[in-house]
């Protein structure tokens, strides 16, 4: 059921902040000025907004299932798992953007400002995978088990296979 559903969506959620402040005590922890600095730049850097799109959307949002009222309900579940996917997108985007905008030598840190390629990729990747989906669906239509039940004589429980019924 979708209360289930979002009960795993919850406790991943959790699991996912749980990972998120580890990540950030072992930078701590460890006494690497580097790793430290690494970590404390993704949250308060010049991307600090990515960070904490990532961290609202990845772990915020998911603890509304915490209510049943929003666990049981269809469209808010649609709504929460579109956050979570726009904060994993957003997780990639914090690992690759923050981690290449600052080097290990100050004079090759930048920022990086997406170009007319860049948002052709975008638009490239999602056409790509919709064309793909719309082929498979297409040659390999979804069916439901029910309807193939009602409408093949041999795959009822009742049919004995010689067009008498028992």
């Known amino acids: 059921t979708i209360e289930k559903m979002n009960k795993i969506m919850l406790v991943t959620g959790t699991m996912v902040g749980y990972a998120y402040m580890t990540e950030f005590f072992i930078a701590w922890y460890s006494g690497n000025l580097i790793e430290k600095f690494v970590f404390i730049n993704r949250a308060f850097g010049p991307y600090w907004w990515a960070y904490w799109i990532m961290f609202t959307c ?9 209510s049943k009222k929003i666990r049981t309900s269809l469209l808010a ?4 798992a579109i ?9 990639r985007f914090v690992i690759i953007v923050t981690s290449l ?5 100050p004079s090759s840190w930048g920022m990086f400002y997406p170009t007319i390629w860049d948002f052709g990729m975008l ?23 029910a309807e193939i039940k009602a409408v093949v004589p041999g795959a009822q429980p009742s049919h004995n296979g010689n067009g008498a019924s028992h």
């Open 83 to 91: 956050f979570v996917n726009i904060g994993m997108w957003f997780e």
């Open 101 to 105: 905008s600052r080097d290990f030598l």
């Open 77 to 80: 579940s649609f709504i929460l």
């Open 123 to 145: 638009i490239g990747s999602f056409g790509l995978f919709f064309t793909l989906v719309l082929l498979f669906v297409k040659f390999l239509p979804a069916i439901a088990m």
């Open 58 to 66: 990845n772990v915020v949002t998911p603890q509304l299932f915490w």
